[in-house]
C-alpha cells in the first residue's frame, strides 16, 4: 500500500541512504544497506521514537522492491544509467510451517473468551479469513440462510500504521475473494 511505501522510504530508505546523492549509489552501497536492515544496524527516521530492529528478509525484500523503483524512476529521468539494485544478493526467505489449532485446542479457546468475541474467533478459525477481511465484512455480503451459507470478501479494513484511522482496501490477493 501507499502508506507502506511511505513508511519503507521513511524510516529504511532515507535514514540509511538519504546522505547519499542518487548517483553515489551504486551496487555496493546498495549491497551494504540490504545487510544493515538485516543487522538492524544505522539510525533511524528522527521522527521514529524507537531503535532500528532487524527486519525479516521479506521486509528486506520489500525495502528493496521500493528502492529499485525509485532507482528505475532515476535512469528514467535520465539521473543514472544502471539501477545499482540489479543484482542485489537478497536474504533468502524461509517458509515456516503453519500450526493449525487442533479441536480441543479450538474448544479451549472458544470457552476461554468472552461471549461477545466468540462469534467472530469462531468466523476466523472456520473459514480461514485473515483478521482485516473478517472484521471487513459487510452484512450484505453474508448469506447465512443459502444451502450452504456464503460469505463473499470484496473488501478488508485495516488501521493506517497506529494512526487510528480505518481504511477500507481490496484483498490482500484475488484468491482471497
Not at 537478497?90 to 479457546?109: G, H, Q, W, Y
Request: charged share 25%.
Amino acid at each position: 500500500s501507499q502508506y507502506s511505501e511511505g513508511n519503507r522510504l521513511e524510516n529504511h530508505i532515507l535514514p540509511l541512504l538519504g546522505d547519499y546523492e542518487i548517483d553515489e549509489v551504486d551496487a555496493l552501497v546498495v549491497q551494504q544497506w540490504v545487510a544493515d536492515l538485516q543487522a538492524g544496524n544505522g539510525p533511524m527516521s528522527p521522527t521514529c521514537k524507537r531503535k532500528r530492529r532487524k527486519l525479516a528478509p521479506k521486509t528486506v525484500g520489500n525495502c528493496h522492491g521500493l528502492l529499485f523503483v525509485i532507482m528505475s524512476a532515476a535512469i528514467w529521468h535520465r539521473l543514472i544509467r544502471l539501477n545499482p539494485c540489479a543484482g542485489t544478493d537478497l536474504p533468502a526467505r524461509v517458509r515456516k510451517e503453519m500450526r493449525f489449532l487442533t479441536d480441543p485446542e479450538i474448544a479451549r479457546l472458544i470457552a476461554a473468551l468472552p461471549a461477545h468475541w466468540r462469534p467472530l474467533v469462531m468466523l476466523l478459525v472456520g473459514t480461514g479469513l485473515r483478521w482485516g477481511e473478517a472484521i471487513g465484512l459487510r452484512r450484505k455480503n453474508v448469506d447465512l440462510l443459502a444451502k450452504p451459507p456464503k460469505l463473499r470478501v470484496l473488501e478488508h479494513l485495516h488501521e493506517l500504521g497506529g494512526t487510528g484511522e480505518l481504511v477500507w482496501t481490496d484483498p490482500k490477493s484475488e484468491m482471497s475473494r
